[in-house]
Nanobody, 122 residues
């Protein structure tokens, strides 16, 4: 069992930046950030393969968000720049030990964090 603990959520103004962190208690194959805005379905934001550093992003955050990791401390990051009110959501860290999945397939992730709230005001 791997536990994921997120941190870094906050309230910021539009145009600002935040960096989210997710510390994992064990090794997994693929880690990702998802988010869920009020009244909307949860969506994949970005993902990274632990061994290769290959990354994926949803189109709406490309060029503004950067997913990264520090394997030495089993920590995943999401640097978010140029934030807009549309980025307001609960952000979740997720991890899977399954190979060959599509990174946006939520049902393929084995472990989820409790979420950290990001609120962007205009």
């Amino acid at each position: 069992q791997v536990q994921l603990v997120e941190s870094g959520g906050a309230s910021v103004q539009a145009g600002g930046s935040l960096k989210l962190s997710c510390t994992a208690s064990g090794y997994t194959y693929l880690m990702a950030w998802f988010r869920q805005a009020p009244g909307k379905e949860r969506e994949g934001v970005a993902a990274i393969y632990r061994s290769s550093d290959i990354t994926y992003y949803v189109e709406s955050v490309q060029g503004r968000f950067t997913i990264s990791q520090d394997n030495a401390v089993n920590t995943l990051y999401l640097q978010m720049n140029s934030l807009t009110p549309e980025d307001t959501a609960m952000y979740y860290c997720a991890a899977t030990v399954q190979y060959g999945i599509h990174w946006r397939r939520q049902d393929q992730y084995n472990y989820w964090g409790q979420g950290t709230q990001v609120t962007v005001s205009s």
